[in-house]
């Protein structure tokens, strides 16, 4: 009876690999495609990017170690969010992203290619002005964004509409750029700094 049971699951097995296998020829090239880092000097400054572009997720995550203005970034284009950890301040600045004013994820990881990044739209003159209220449940904003912004306090910034005049001082915008397509201005007083 044991030999039976045996030579039967010995059967099913092979009905098995040839699937596994398969599935594992088709679906390797597939997910070297959803993950695309790249590593890059900054023009006209003091560092690098590291840019990590996970299409499954639909995020890219950024790290910028210009000594001048060192931020990590997350862009999340499945809650349409983006979070900038502004490390002079020492906090993080949460916002809706506007999917329309932003390159597609298929933008940035073409741009990680090495293909031209002037033909795609730019995003120079976005500017967000922080409000003082702070976000007290970052886990409601998933894993990427809640790890980024763990131990520093978290503000909402509002996008300002293209044209209205802030009523901030400019010296208090941080800029901060992704690429060279993608720049933008987070202004205004973060409370208690």
């Not at 990017?49 to 203005?69: C, E, K, M, P, Y």
């Not at 950890?85 to 390159?103: E, G, V």
């Not at 597609?104 to 922080?130: C, F, M, N, W």
């Not at 690429?179 to 409370?191: K, R």
Request: net charge negative; with cysteine.
């Amino acid at each position: 009876m044991m030999q039976a049971v045996a030579w039967g699951l010995r059967e099913n097995m092979k009905h098995l690999v040839v699937p596994s296998i398969l599935v594992v020829f088709f679906l390797t090239p597939s997910l070297a495609l959803m993950n695309i880092s790249d590593s890059h000097p900054l023009d006209g400054s003091v560092g690098s990017q590291s840019i990590h572009v996970n299409a499954f997720r639909g995020t890219v995550s950024i790290q910028d170690d210009n000594v001048l203005s060192e931020w990590d970034g997350v862009l999340d284009y499945k809650h349409a969010l983006l979070v900038a950890k502004l490390f002079s301040k020492m906090a993080c600045i949460l916002a809706k992203m506007d999917q329309a004013a932003f390159p597609t994820l298929d933008d940035i990881s073409k741009a990680l290619d090495h293909q031209a990044a002037e033909h795609y739209p730019s995003t120079r003159g976005l500017t967000y002005t922080v409000v003082p209220s702070r976000v007290k449940n970052l886990a409601q904003y998933g894993i990427p964004i809640k790890d980024m912004c763990r131990e520093v306090p978290t503000y909402f910034a509002q996008q300002q509409k293209e044209g209205t005049a802030l009523a901030v001082d400019p010296d208090s915008c941080f800029e901060v750029q992704l690429l060279s397509f993608m720049g933008l201005s987070i202004c205004g007083e973060i409370p208690g700094l």
